[in-house]
């Protein structure tokens, strides 16, 4: 499962956070925080993933099941690209090298969509950075890694979107009349 979706400019100004396990706004902070320290400092030729920062890490006390376990975030991955870096924490029952290939999708979308995108893009169309990662991921479940499909999802939302609310004369006098107050 992904617990977290998370975007950072090289500064590490957030452009996206999401996170899909419940977590205080306080833990949130510190965790996008420690997260970004690691992966900044790490040169390019080291490899994408990160054990997670104790903050999160599972704790040896207590009655837990290995079920509970395999269902605790244990993993950083992350790719760098230009001013951005995108960054899954996840449990260890996902594939590290699948986490690497939904993040290549992630960028792949928004560059189709964006045609060359940059870090203003998801500053100013932050709607369309969500609503390409809620075609990829609900819930935290993977639910579509296909390039077309995605982008295509996340353009028929926007067809969707800017359709006129009154649009087939609902108000009585035609298509595209609005009938007042």
Not at 1 to 8: D, E, G, K, P
Not at 152 to 181: C, D, H, M, S, T
């Amino acid at each position: 499962m992904i617990n977290a979706v998370l975007v950072f400019n090289n500064n590490g100004q957030p452009r996206l956070t999401k996170f899909y396990t419940q977590l205080d706004t306080s833990v949130q902070q510190r965790l996008i925080s420690e997260i970004f320290t690691l992966v900044s400092a790490r040169p390019n030729s080291a490899c994408n993933f990160l054990p997670l920062p104790p903050l999160l890490a599972p704790s040896s006390s207590g009655n837990s099941a290995t079920a509970q376990s395999n269902d605790v975030p244990s993993l950083v991955t992350y790719r760098h690209y230009a001013t951005l870096y995108f960054i899954l924490i996840s449990t260890s029952t996902e594939s590290p090298l699948a986490l690497l290939d939904l993040i290549q999708v992630f960028v792949e979308a928004l560059d189709r969509l964006f045609e060359n995108v940059c870090e203003l893009d998801l500053i100013f169309n932050f709607e369309v950075l969500h609503a390409v990662l809620g075609e990829m991921v609900v819930g935290g479940i993977v639910v579509e890694t296909g390039v077309e499909r995605v982008v295509e999802g996340v353009r028929a939302q926007g067809r969707v979107a800017k359709r006129p609310v009154n649009e087939g004369g609902r108000g009585g006098l035609g298509p595209g009349i609005w009938a007042g107050r």
